[in-house]
C-alpha cells in the first residue's frame, strides 16, 4: 500500500478512536483508555505512512469517484502536507493520554462522550483537510473540524462562559467558511474544476480575489488580526489538552489553507506579500501586548498564539515579497522559517497549555494573582513550564530561536534597493520581530515568576503536588 494509503488509515483510526470509547457506561474509564489506545494505533500508522510517503517512489496520491456530482475522492501527500500531519499525528495522541487523569470520564460523565467522540473526528478531519486535492472534499473535511473543535471545547456547557465563547466560535468559523465558499466558487470560475491543481495563468483581478478570500477565510481558523475575535474565549474554556490541540495544531490549518493557495495561484504581484507582512506584524504586536496584560494564564497563551501565528504570516509574506521579485533567498529564508516555526509552535505552545492545565487542575484556578511559589510543590511542571518559556520567547538554544533565526536572516537579505518600498517594509518587520521577542520575554518572565517563585498567594496552593504520571509524560 503506498504511504497516502497508511496515512488515510491512520486518519481513519484517529476519527474512530471516539467511537470506539463510546462503547462503554458513561463513567468507565476502560473506554478513555481505549480511545487513546486506538488513538495511538491511528498516529502510528499517520507516521509510518508519512516515512513511505517521504522514501516511497512514484507520486503519493489516491483518486476515487464518489457520491457527488462534482469533483472526486482526490488526496495526495506531498512535502507540504507532510510537514503539516506531522504535528496533527502527534499532540492529539499526547493529550489523550494527558487527558486520563485531566479529565475523567467518572469525573464528567456527562461531557465525556462528548469530548472523546469530537476529539477523535477532530484530529482526523485536520488529516483529511491537509491531504485533500478536491474543493469540495477540503470544504467537508473543513466543516467536520469546525464542528468538532466546537463540541470538543464546549464540553463543559453548563458553564455559560464556555457557552458564550462555543457560539462566539461557531459564528466566527462559519464567516470564514462562507470566504472559503467564495473563493472555491472563483476557484471553479477560473480553472472550470475543483480540483486543486497549480495554475500557470490566471487574470490579475481574480487571482487577486481568490488571494484575498483565502486570507480572510484562512485567517479566521488561524486567529490573525482582526479576525480573530473567537481565539481567546475558546482557548481559555475549553478543557486544557484541547486547547493545547486547537492552539498547537488546528491553528496551523489556516496557515496551511493560505499556503495551499497561494502555491496554487500563478505568480502574484507584491501587495499579496506587504498585506500579509503588515497583518503577520500587526496580530504579532498587539497579540503579545494583550497577552502581557492578562492575569488568566490560560487567556495569556491564547493571546500569545495569536503573536505566533502573526511570525508565522511575516514568514509567509516575506516569502511572497520574494516570489514577485523573483529573489529565492527570500522565499527560502521566509517560507522555511514560517513553516519551521509551525512545528517549533505546536510543540512549545502545547506543552504550555498541558502545564496550565496541570497546575489548574491541582489549584482549581486559572488566575495567576491567586497563584505563586508552585515551584516548590511541582518541581516538575515547574521544569517543563519553564522550558516551554526559554522556546516561546526564542532564547537560544531552543526551537523558537532556531526558527526565528531564519526570519531575521530573511528580513536582513530583504535590505534591498531592487525591492523598492517593499524593501523598507522588510526592514521594518524586522524591528517589529526584535519588539515583540522583547515583550515575549517579559510576558513569560512575569508568568512564570507570578505562578512558581514567590510564596503562595492563596490556601488551596500551599498542598498541591505534581500531577500523576500519565499527565507528566
Not at 461 to 470: A, F, G, L, Y
Request: charged share 10%; proline share 4%; with cysteine.
Amino acid at each position: 500500500m503506498s504511504g497516502v494509503g497508511i496515512i488515510l488509515m491512520g486518519a481513519g483510526l484517529l476519527s474512530a478512536s471516539g467511537v470506539c470509547g463510546c462503547m462503554f457506561p458513561l463513567r468507565s474509564l476502560a473506554g478513555q483508555r481505549l480511545a487513546t489506545l486506538v488513538m495511538a494505533l491511528g498516529s502510528a500508522f499517520g507516521l509510518y505512512g508519512i516515512w513511505l510517503a517521504c522514501t516511497g517512489p512514484g507520486p503519493q496520491s489516491i483518486q476515487l469517484p464518489w457520491f457527488l456530482p462534482w469533483g472526486s475522492f482526490s488526496v495526495a501527500a506531498d512535502p507540504v502536507s507532510i510537514l503539516f500531519l506531522v504535528p496533527v499525528f502527534v499532540i492529539p495522541t499526547l493529550g489523550s493520554l494527558y487527558g486520563w487523569q485531566y479529565w475523567k470520564h467518572s469525573d464528567h460523565p456527562q461531557g465525556g462522550r462528548r469530548i472523546i467522540l469530537s476529539y477523535g473526528f477532530l484530529a482526523g478531519a485536520m488529516a483529511l483537510v491537509v491531504l485533500a486535492r478536491d474543493g469540495l472534499l477540503f470544504l467537508i473535511a473543513w466543516e467536520v473540524m469546525a464542528v468538532s473543535a466546537y463540541f470538543a471545547a464546549t464540553a463543559e456547557e453548563n458553564n455559560p462562559d464556555v457557552r458564550q465563547a462555543g457560539w462566539v466560535y461557531l459564528i466566527a468559523t462559519h464567516m470564514g467558511t462562507l470566504c472559503l465558499l467564495a473563493m472555491f466558487a472563483l476557484w471553479r470560475h477560473a480553472t472550470g474544476t475543483f480540483a486543486l491543481q497549480a495554475v500557470q495563468a490566471m487574470p490579475e483581478a481574480l487571482a487577486g480575489s481568490i488571494f484575498v478570500l483565502a486570507l480572510v477565510g484562512f485567517g479566521f481558523k488561524a486567529g490573525l488580526m482582526p479576525v480573530h475575535v473567537w481565539l481567546p474565549g475558546a482557548h481559555a474554556n475549553a478543557p486544557s489538552h484541547v486547547s493545547a490541540v486547537m492552539s498547537g495544531v488546528m491553528l496551523k490549518m489556516g496557515i496551511y489553507g493560505i499556503v495551499r493557495m497561494t502555491a496554487l495561484l500563478p505568480l502574484g504581484e507584491a501587495w499579496w506579500g506587504a498585506t500579509l507582512l503588515a497583518t503577520g506584524a500587526v496580530s504579532a504586536v498587539v497579540g503579545i501586548a494583550f497577552a502581557m496584560g492578562q492575569r488568566d494564564i490560560k487567556r495569556l497563551l491564547a493571546y500569545s498564539s495569536i503573536e505566533n501565528i502573526g511570525i508565522v504570516a511575516m514568514g509567509l509574506g516575506l516569502a511572497l515579497l520574494g516570489r514577485s521579485f523573483d529573489k529565492a533567498e527570500l522565499i527560502a529564508l521566509g517560507l522555511g522559517g514560517a513553516l519551521f516555526h509551525v512545528w517549533n509552535h505546536s510543540l512549545f505552545k502545547s506543552l504550555l497549555f498541558f502545564n496550565a492545565g496541570a497546575v489548574i487542575h491541582a489549584a482549581h484556578t486559572r488566575d495567576m494573582d491567586r497563584l505563586g511559589g508552585l515551584a516548590k510543590q511541582m518541581p516538575r511542571v515547574a521544569s517543563l513550564f519553564f522550558a516551554g518559556a526559554v522556546a516561546i520567547s526564542a532564547l537560544p538554544p531552543l526551537n523558537g530561536f532556531a526558527g526565528e533565526w531564519l526570519l531575521y536572516l530573511g528580513f536582513f537579505h530583504g535590505l534591498d534597493q531592487s525591492l523598492g518600498k517593499s524593501g523598507a517594509a522588510v526592514g521594518l518587520a524586522a524591528v517589529v520581530l526584535a519588539s515583540v521577542g522583547a515583550m515575549v520575554l517579559a510576558c513569560f518572565v512575569k508568568a512564570f515568576g507570578s505562578i512558581f517563585l514567590g510564596s503562595p498567594r492563596s490556601d488551596n496552593v500551599r498542598h498541591i503536588k505534581d500531577p500523576h504520571q500519565s499527565m507528566l509524560i
